[in-house]
């Protein structure tokens, strides 16, 4: 068996460093990437998400494939529902999303930001059925 070195480089990512980009799991957050992916060899991702549009059906009941998630939320709020009950998160709130929980965001605010935390980086995301019907988001004045 060989021995895979462990990626651990030393990482310092400033707010101007990595732009805001579309095209990551959810065409209505931006991302911002802070280096952590490549910092860990993979073993950890860290990016910002906030809104770029306004809620209009959420993400879908899903989990993901990881043994570690957490969402810190730093502006604004979201509602999700993870398994069968509502949870509002708001700025400061911090969520340990336990491997393998059936989440939904389905409603947030136009300054929602938040950082996750997730290992491994390349997390699959696998489309689930949900406990129970969710509430609509409300609409964006």
Known sequence: MLDTPLVNEF??????????????????????????????????IAHLVKANEAPEKGTGWHHHDASFHIVLMLKGWAKFM???????????????????????????SPDMEYLEVVGPADFPTIEDTGPRAVPSPAPWS
């Open 11 to 44: 990482s310092h990512v400033k707010p101007t460093d990595t732009p805001w980009k579309s095209g990551g799991l959810r065409d209505f957050f931006l991302y911002r990437d802070l280096g952590i992916a490549t910092a860990t060899g993979g073993r950890v």
């Open 82 to 108: 993870y398994e069968d009950k509502e949870h509002l998160v708001a700025a400061g709130d911090c969520v340990h999303q336990r491997p393998g929980i059936v989440h939904f965001l389905f409603d947030y």
